[in-house]
Every structure is written in structure tokens, then in C-alpha cells.
């Protein structure tokens, strides 16, 4: 599923996929696409909104 991320070093928005069967709760390490910094990945599953929020850290 498609999903994207807001870079918690430069800001710029970043595209990501999310493998639906891993489970509703996800951490996983990814590159900013623009700045490069590696960002922490929390994501989530809202079952109500049938979305997956994702909240980036620095790493």
C-alpha cells in the first residue's frame, strides 16, 4: 500500500510503501529520499480509515 512521510531531518515529503502483511504496527529504518538521513518509521493501521499513518524520527 502505498504510503508517504514528512522527513524529520530536512521536512520534504517522501513516498514509501508499506507491506500490508507485516501487521498493523511497523518499524522499520528508511533513507530520506532528498537529504539521505536515515528516518525511523512508526507505522500504524486505522482500521475505521483503512489508512496507515506513519510518524518519522531521526535515527
Given at each position: 500500500m502505498e504510503a508517504g512521510f514528512q522527513c524529520a531531518g530536512c521536512g520534504e515529503w517522501n513516498s514509501t510503501a508499506v507491506d500490508?502483511?507485516?501487521?498493523?504496527?511497523?518499524?522499520?529504518v528508511e533513507d530520506c529520499q532528498v537529504c539521505c538521513k536515515p528516518n525511523i518509521l512508526h507505522i500504524e493501521y486505522d482500521a475505521s480509515t483503512e489508512e496507515f499513518f506513519v510518524r518519522a524520527e531521526l535515527e
Open positions: 500490508e502483511s507485516v501487521g498493523r504496527r511497523q518499524d522499520y
